[in-house]
C-alpha cells in the first residue's frame, strides 16, 4: 500500500532572480529529472542553461525526488541562470 504523504502534492517555489515565483505543485515522488523538465517548459530555457539550488546546494536532474531530501511544503528552490565568462 502506497503512503499517503509520499503521494501529497508540495507547492515548490521557483524564485528566478527577482521575479515572481514559478510555481508547481509536485508530489514528493516527482524526479528531480521531471523538475527540471518542467520548469525548462515554464521559462522557455534549454535544460543545462540554467541550475536550481536548494540552501545553496545545486540540484542535479536525475531520479533524486524531494522525499530523498526532506522537502516540505512551499520550499524555495533558486533558479540561477548560466554564465559564461569571467
Known amino acids: 500500500m ?4 509520499s503521494q501529497q502534492k508540495l507547492p515548490s ?4 532572480d527577482g521575479d515572481e515565483p ?11 529529472q521531471k523538475i ?3 520548469v525548462s517548459a515554464q521559462k522557455g530555457a534549454a535544460l543545462g542553461s540554467f541550475r536550481l539550488q536548494y540552501d545553496g546546494q545545486n540540484l542535479i536532474a ?8 526532506n522537502l ?3 520550499e524555495v528552490l533558486d533558479y540561477c541562470i548560466e ?3 569571467g
Open 2 to 5: 502506497s503512503n499517503p504523504k
Open 13 to 16: 517555489r521557483f524564485s528566478p
Open 62 to 69: 536525475n531520479e533524486t525526488t524531494p522525499a530523498d531530501l
Open 36 to 38: 527540471f523538465n518542467a
Open 22 to 32: 514559478l510555481i508547481l505543485r509536485v508530489k514528493t515522488t516527482t524526479t528531480f
Open 83 to 85: 554564465q559564461l565568462g
Open 72 to 74: 516540505e511544503n512551499e
